[in-house]
């Protein structure tokens, strides 16, 4: 715990330079600029926590009985969804929060085992669909940065990119494999697959879709800080949410993502845009991590207002 505490210090800290680097009033201004966006950007995950119930809806119905499907209907399994990952984002150690209370909660509706599944089975949808989405960012890249490389360079280290590109892909499944086998997923999954075929694919599609739909957050704020550059469109948006993303959970020990996620911001700008230095790009990578941290905190707190209504339900099995 005096690990973690430290490590959240140090993010602080970088965190607070950047800031201070960017300059209050300028990021001030930069907020204010985006007032309805911000609004639009809740309302982008509103919509992606929806599809992330849906999903965690067709897990249920694979392992529950009906009687306890019936009785945990979309809004409580949206109750359950917003609740979870506020606590996922306010405990120390992430997954050590939601993922329990979920399961406490749905053993008052259906048995133990039941519940245990249902809840570590939609975990592993959410990661494998988190894995989906950064190979399909890494494909989608390479068609996009491949003729811009071709012609910048010739086909020697164009090649190699291709190989380093395939390497990358190859290494990120050799690591989630072995972190799968290690746990008792693949036979888990397995199973479920073979169970369930048709649920297990909509489960994952929909996981992926709601990382799909969150995308539009970033595509709406690099389109009022880049309005007339290659980023004001989805597709860029797509790739700099994955290449933060990834780089941020790479350095998973940094709490809240605290100084990871602003520098994976900044490092995916600098690739859209190298002919800025990453100083002249920091104030928009500030800005757009500070809103994304805004909206993050809108809904922890209702996912915590959730979690006190969910508390006061009386269910029975």
């Known amino acids: 715990m005096v690990k973690r505490c430290l490590l959240l210090a140090v993010g602080l800290a970088i965190f607070g330079w950047m800031v201070w680097q960017t300059g209050p009033a300028q990021l001030w201004r930069n907020l204010l600029d985006w007032n309805w966006t911000l609004l639009a950007c809740i309302a982008v995950w509103a919509v992606g926590y929806v599809l992330n119930a849906m999903s965690f809806r067709q897990v249920m119905r694979c392992v ?14 949206l109750r359950l969804t917003i609740g979870g990952y506020a606590l996922n984002y306010v405990t120390p150690f992430g997954l050590l929060g939601g993922e329990p209370w979920r ?16 809840v570590v089975y939609y975990a592993m949808m959410h990661v494998c669909s988190h894995i989906i989405f950064w190979l ?18 010739g086909d020697g280290v164009d090649w190699a ?6 390497l990358l892909i190859a290494v990120v499944v050799y690591i989630a494999g072995r972190i799968a086998v290690r746990k ?41 800080a880049f309005p007339d550059s290659t980023l004001a469109t989805y597709g860029a948006a797509f790739l700099v949410v994955a290449f933060s993303s990834l780089f941020a959970n790479a350095l998973f020990f940094s709490p809240l993502q605290m100084g990871t996620r602003e520098g994976g911001i ?7 845009l190298p002919s800025l230095t990453l100083a002249g790009l920091l104030p928009a990578a500030v800005s757009i991590s500070f809103a994304t941290r805004i909206r993050e905190f809108f809904w922890i707190l209702v996912g915590m207002l959730l979690i006190i209504i969910e508390q006061r339900k009386k269910l029975s099995k």
């Open 266 to 272: 900044l490092l995916a700008l600098q690739a859209f």
């Open 161 to 166: 990119v291709v190989a380093g590109i395939v």
């Open 103 to 118: 399961i406490v909660r749905l053993r008052k509706v259906t048995d133990p085992t039941s519940a245990n599944s249902a």
């Open 136 to 153: 399909v960012a890494l494909a989608y890249a390479f068609v996009q940065m491949r003729p811009m490389l071709h012609s910048a360079v």
């Open 64 to 77: 529950m009985s009906d009687e306890a499907f019936a009785a945990t209907d979309l809004n409580r399994t």
């Open 184 to 224: 008792g997923w693949i036979g888990s999954l397995r199973r479920l697959l073979a169970d369930h075929p048709c649920r297990f694919v909509a489960a994952l599609m929909l996981e992926f879709a709601s990382r799909i739909v969150n995308v539009a957050e970033y595509w709406l704020l690099l389109g009022v």
